[in-house]
């Protein structure tokens, strides 16, 4: 097989908002004369309308008024595969050559979920057969071959994204284009399913004879009937001929949700969908017009005596402008029509967004004053209420948040930024597959297999007390919408599909509009697993490395975009994305970083085609010159470290330095080649920061050259509090919040400990899929699934500030018993290492920052003074006693400094 070249699409661009011009037709079976018709008009656009639904919106497009296939795609060309180190774990070689040909794609009616009898009739237009192989492809590829192409029918699908490669339920009825009828069951499932499966394939010649412009009419009627089955009569006709197909059929398999299957080259259009229900009635299913707006707190900036931020929304279909409202009440005098715009952004669809606005704002006051409420307005109209709560479109797993109203009417709330500071660390989020329940036998995750389903939350109950916690801040840290863990998704609409589902459901949708956010994404949020170092570059710039380049830039640019609010993004660039954002009151700085994309290549053999190959890890993972950080961002770590006034200090965006989780052999399952439980040629352990030795080291050694400095990750699927004894510093993981899969833990894992690399260890709490507590002891029978998030507490007010650190389940209130053996609560004087000097008595400016530095101008530190001038560092890490230090003091006006000896 040829190897992919790189093609750029021409995309539609649309700024009305678009439906499909259908036809649909509610058939009383009692009363065949009472016909509901309803035809809606609609310009071109890429977005189908709301009455359709798909987990591959791309294969759709609005033309000419009518529902069309789209055949090519920014991305189409993804492959199902993981970064070259998948391979090298499985002990052979990453294939480069593949066929890109996509499955079926389903588009299904939101309104009709049937049971019992009922008839679908549907009216397509043929516009062209399948076109010859494009210049570089493979012409033996499956999307060249006769029969690949298909039109037709859905029936029997138990959600409406029952598409792709997770077809466990849905019939297909399809014309294929060579010239047959096929019956073709569910394409996944249970082996004993499968089997069944097969029962009732059927497949009949159709001799139509399509050419360019032919209609097509195709009906499917279904009675039930006795012993579970159900009988399927299929009907197409075009140019006066028809064909037929009668079978039986089990009657799970026809009972669910119905739409229009799709795959392969061929080019039509559905005219009309005509649904006659029996006594089936529609489903209740207002649209959306808002998926989500969300603040982005680490672009908060004072800027000309004004805050402005920036907020991120993402629209159903096309618009021309999205606006906010901010106020101090959640109920404006006059109403929220009355409130001035506070910021204002276009709504922008091309190759790699999606109906996305950046929404650059000022807000009317200080947000460390007062809370703020907003409301966001769509061409004029406002969008904010969430219209699916309360409806059929409330799907699975919905966990209602504090006081989320049972019509969803709620608005946007920016919360009051002071201290204490209170965070919650989310991470490991997906979209799929069972639903905790509680039973007479405690919690049970009920579904999964062929019920697989897309839910909001992975438990009921989820976040019932969220809003008892006052958090401020929401952190999304690593794995927050899994890219690719559905799909590859093969277009822009696809990967937008997967973004919504994940972060747009009722729940989140209500944590991410009722904080502030911060968005830090993790290997598969760009599409691909275990992406990181120059291997992530190589596979963005160079075509035929075994995936498609357009896609993985593409997915660079929605990522960069969606987590930073940037208009534009270089799909070539390695990003920058450090960034540090300092609370208004100066006392609270969190920074994000990216210990993936900037570090060292985890490849351990150097010139092995160069005279070296028979020597292994010539490039050991604890060589020296490895990197974690890169130059440039550990350049700036050090300076934010070093001149960062603000008393506490939270990090995120280095998954996990301590090197205390297992790799490939977690599940006892090893590779052959794979030696131990930290095996640095192991994909798995190679994926955590410490795998890089040298450059976690180094982290660890400037983290803590002060006191107050806590680093939090997620992406390990386990919530551990931990301290590092020599340098003092905390680092906690947190997740998942819905995929399981956490890392087993080394030999000799306890409260007193040592990691792989010999570092010492306090563990506070460590809870896990299995282990309830540091000393390993297992759950309780009955006790819910280990779904967690963590609870970050940071008080910079006291003399000595206090940092309180609880892992708590999704279930849990604030009063519950702390998961994970307990919680983590100490004051900034603990942390850091064992200062070296004291210093006297220091009194300056109140309400300062304050800066320590060398006679030779080298940083130190920095805090900030109290409100009667004093500061409270006790002492300097690293710095002599009888050292002369230089004190800087800044309040926003004057300035005042001094000199003093450490004693």
């Known amino acids: 097989m040829a190897n992919e070249p790189i093609r750029r699409r021409e995309f539609l661009e649309s700024s009305a908002a678009a439906v499909a011009a259908l036809t649909v037709t509610n058939l009383a079976q009692a009363a065949p004369a009472a016909v509901a018709q309803k035809t809606l008009a609609a310009q071109d656009s890429l977005v189908h309308s709301h009455e359709w639904e798909s987990l591959n919106p791309g294969y759709w497009q609005v033309k000419d008024g009518v529902l069309r296939r789209r055949l090519t795609n920014v991305g189409d060309r ?20 593949y066929d890109p040909s996509l499955p079926d794609g389903i588009i299904y009616r939101r309104d009709w979920k049937l049971v019992g009898e009922y008839s679908i009739e549907a009216v397509f237009t043929y516009r062209s057969p399948r076109p010859p192989a494009s210049d570089g492809d493979d012409p033996n590829w499956k999307m060249y071959q006769d029969g690949y192409g298909r039109m037709g029918i859905a029936i029997g699908a138990k959600n409406l994204l029952e598409s792709y490669g997770k077809i466990n339920n849905a019939v297909r009825i399809v014309w294929c284009d060579d010239n047959t009828l096929q019956i073709v069951p569910p394409s996944r499932g249970r082996r004993s399913q499968q089997n069944a499966n097969r029962n009732f394939a059927a497949k009949t010649d159709a001799n139509l004879q399509l050419k360019s412009g032919d209609q097509v009419t195709m009906t499917v009627h279904v009675v039930p009937a006795s012993g579970g089955q159900a009988k399927l009569s299929v009907m197409i006709a075009a140019n006066g001929i028809e064909a037929k197909i009668r079978q039986n059929i089990p009657r799970r398999f026809v009972d669910g949700y119905v739409g229009v299957v799709a795959r392969g080259l061929i080019d039509f259009e559905v005219n009309s969908f005509e649904v006659k229900p029996g006594a089936n009635k529609p489903l209740n299913t207002p649209k959306l017009d808002c998926y989500v707006c969300y603040p982005l707190g680490d672009t908060l900036k004072l800027v000309d005596g004004k805050w402005q931020c920036r907020f991120v929304g993402l629209f159903a279909d096309d618009g021309n402008m999205a606006e906010l409202r901010i106020a101090d009440s959640p109920n404006p005098a006059g109403g929220w029509q009355r409130v001035s715009v506070a910021g204002s952004g276009n709504i922008v669809n091309h190759e790699w967004r999606r109906n996305t606005a950046v929404i650059h704002t000022t807000l009317p006051d200080n947000p460390a004053q007062k809370t703020l409420f907003y409301t966001v307005w769509k061409d004029g109209v406002d969008v904010t209420p969430d219209t699916r709560i309360g409806t059929d479109a409330c799907g699975p797993g919905t966990g209602l948040v504090g006081d989320v109203p049972s019509s969803g009417s709620y608005v946007g709330r920016l919360p009051q930024l002071r201290a204490p500071y209170k965070l919650c660390g989310l991470s490991c989020h997906a979209i799929t597959s069972g639903l905790q329940q509680q039973t007479e036998d405690g919690w049970k995750i009920l579904g999964g297999g062929d019920d697989w389903q897309v839910r909001d939350q992975p438990t009921t ?58 968005i830090n994404p993790g290997d598969h949020d760009y599409g691909m697993d275990d992406v990181k170092g120059p291997e992530q570059l190589a596979i963005r710039r160079v075509k035929g490395l075994g995936q498609d380049v357009e896609y993985m830039q593409r997915n660079f640019q929605i990522v960069h975009h969606l987590t930073t609010g940037d208009e534009e993004a270089d799909p070539l660039a390695n990003p920058k994305k450090w960034r540090a954002w300092k609370m208004p009151n100066r006392d609270f700085t969190f920074v994000i970083l990216d210990s993936r994309l900037w570090r060292s290549s985890q490849d351990t053999d150097i010139w092995d085609d160069a005279g070296w190959g028979a020597f292994q890890n010539v490039y050991d993972r604890t060589d020296p010159t490895r990197s974690l950080l890169g130059e440039e961002q550990f350049a700036w770590l050090q300076e934010l470290v070093t001149t960062d006034s603000s008393r506490l200090i939270c990090l995120t965006g280095i998954n996990g330095m301590h090197t205390v989780w297992t790799g490939t052999n977690w599940k006892g399952g090893a590779a052959s080649h794979i030696k131990g439980p930290f095996d640095q040629r192991d994909r798995v352990t190679a994926d955590y920061a410490g795998w890089v030795k040298a450059g976690a080291d180094r982290v660890l050694e400037l983290l803590g050259s002060r006191d107050g400095v806590i680093t939090v990750y997620g992406d390990v699927h386990n919530g551990c509090l931990m301290k590092n004894v020599d340098h003092g510093v905390i680092e906690c993981s947190f997740g998942p919040i819905g995929r399981s899969g956490g890392r087993a833990v080394i030999p000799g894992f306890g409260p007193q400990m040592k990691d792989f690399d010999g570092r010492d260890l306090e563990v506070h709490a460590l809870y896990h899929k299995t282990h309830a507590d540091p000393e390993l002891n297992r759950h309780a029978a009955g006790a819910p699934f280990y779904w967690n998030f963590l609870e970050m507490d940071f008080d910079p007010r006291p003399a000595d500030p206090t940092i309180s650190l609880r892992l708590r389940n999704m279930i849990d209130a604030p009063g519950d018993v702390v998961r994970g053996g307990g919680p983590l609560e100490t004051v900034t004087s603990q942390t850091g290492r064992r200062p070296s000097s004291q210093l006297p008595a220091i009194n300056t400016l109140p309400n300062a920052d304050v800066r320590f530095t060398s006679v030779d101008g080298k940083p130190i530190r920095g805090t900030r003074s109290g409100s009667e001038g004093t500061v409270h560092v006790a002492g300097l890490v690293d710095v002599e006693r009888g050292t002369t230090v230089i004190v800087t003091a800044f309040d926003g006006a004057q300035s005042a400094s001094l000199v003093i000896k450490t004693v």
């Open 78 to 97: 993804a492959r199902s595969t993981g970064f070259p180190f998948h391979s090298a774990t499985k002990g052979g070689v990453m294939q480069t050559k």
């Open 461 to 518: 109950g989820a976040y019932k007390h969220q809003e008892e916690y006052d958090f401020q801040v929401m952190v999304w840290e690593d794995d927050v919408w899994y890219m690719e863990l559905v799909l590859y998704p093969p277009s822009t609409d696809d990967a937008y599909k997967i973004v919504t589902q994940s972060i747009c459901g009722p729940t989140s949708r209500w944590q991410m509009m009722r904080h502030w956010n911060v």
